[in-house]
Structure formats: C-alpha cells, structure tokens
C-alpha cells in the first residue's frame, strides 16, 4: 500500500474530511489531497503533524507501506513535478514520484542569483550526491567550503549540515540524489 492510499484510510477511520485535516494538521489542503492522489508524498514534518492530527504514530502511519512493484518509472518533460519553492530565489523539483518507496531521491535545485539552500541535516546513515548542470556554487559542508562549476560533482554524509549558494551572475541549477529518501 502507498502513503497516499494509507493516509486516505485513516483519515476516513477518524470520519474526517479533508479540510478538517488540513485545518487540524497545519498541512495545506492541496498537499493533502496531492498526497492522498499519489502525485506527491508529503515530508516528514507534514508526515508528523498529520499523525499529531489524527492521534497516531509514525509508525503507525509507515506500518502498512509495501515497495512499488512497479519497476520502470518513466517521467517525461510534460509531467507534473512536485516543486517546492523554498524562497523567491531557491526551488527544488522531484525527479522521482512516491520518494518513500524509493532507494534514493533525486532532486533537481534551482538557484537563481544570490540565492540558496536552507540549511539541512539529516539523520546519519544518509548520503548525498550533487552534480553542477550550470553555474557555480559553493558548498558549505560542515566548517568546509567547496566552490564548484559546471561538470563538478561532491558525495558526503548528509548528517553533516550543508547548504548552496549561487556563486553565478545567472541561474545555478543541479541535480542532488539522497539515498536513502529523507523525506
């Protein structure tokens, strides 16, 4: 079963709409029902403020996932992305649908000028993988810098607290694989 599918089942269990859970949660109408739709699965802090909602826990929201059987996922230019606008200068697209039944989340960042990441950390045991497409960036890992161009890559230990910034004069864009998802 899918996140969606298994959200939509506990939700009705409680007898709440949609609204209700938006209301109740925090998390936005849409993001709920795009979740509930199996176009995007939400993140763990909206994952933990809908188990807060409807009175469970993480894993009893996790509990009954089981892998894709689907074993070739095609994405083509025209569909839907779940974008996430981090702020007017800073975007990130999912690459990959259902994140959490995944072995790894490919991301694709968009930096305008000026602009950056929010600072992230995630649990040890993650790793992450950047490949420049366009601009110049400079990496902040841990007390360590990185300036890095187009064709340049970085792996490492995403527990480490990290962020990019846009060292271009235009538009910096490149591709983050996480594995494990993270989300």
């Keep these: ?3 969606g599918s298994v959200l939509h089942d506990l939700r009705k269990e ?3 709409t949609l609204a209700e859970l938006a209301d ?3 998390v936005a109408l849409a993001t709920l029902s795009r979740m509930e739709n199996g176009k995007m699965t939400g993140t763990l802090e909206s994952h933990m403020k809908i188990c807060e909602a409807l009175g469970i826990t993480l894993p009893d929201l996790y509990k009954d996932l089981a892998p894709s059987k689907k074993t070739v996922e095609v994405k083509t ?3 839907h992305s779940d974008v996430f606008v981090h ?3 800073s975007s990130s697209e999912m690459l990959a649908a259902n994140a959490l039944n995944k072995k790894m989340l490919p991301v694709l960042i968009k930096l305008q000028r000026g602009g950056a990441t929010h ?3 995630t649990k040890p045991g993650i790793e992450k993988f950047i490949y420049i497409l366009e601009g110049k960036i400079e990496a902040v890992i841990g007390n360590e810098k990185h300036n890095l161009i187009k064709g340049d890559t970085l792996y490492f230990n995403s527990s480490i607290p990290h962020h990019f910034r846009n060292l271009a004069t235009g538009e910096t864009v490149l591709i983050s694989v996480m594995s494990p998802p993270a989300v």
Excluded: L, P, Q, V
Aim: hydrophobic content about 15%; proline content about 0%.
């Design 119 to 121: 600072k992230e950390e």
């Design 14 to 16: 409680k007898g709440m």
């Design 1 to 3: 079963m899918e996140i």
């Design 87 to 89: 702020n007017k200068k």
């Design 24 to 26: 109740k949660s925090g």
């Design 77 to 79: 230019g025209k569909s």
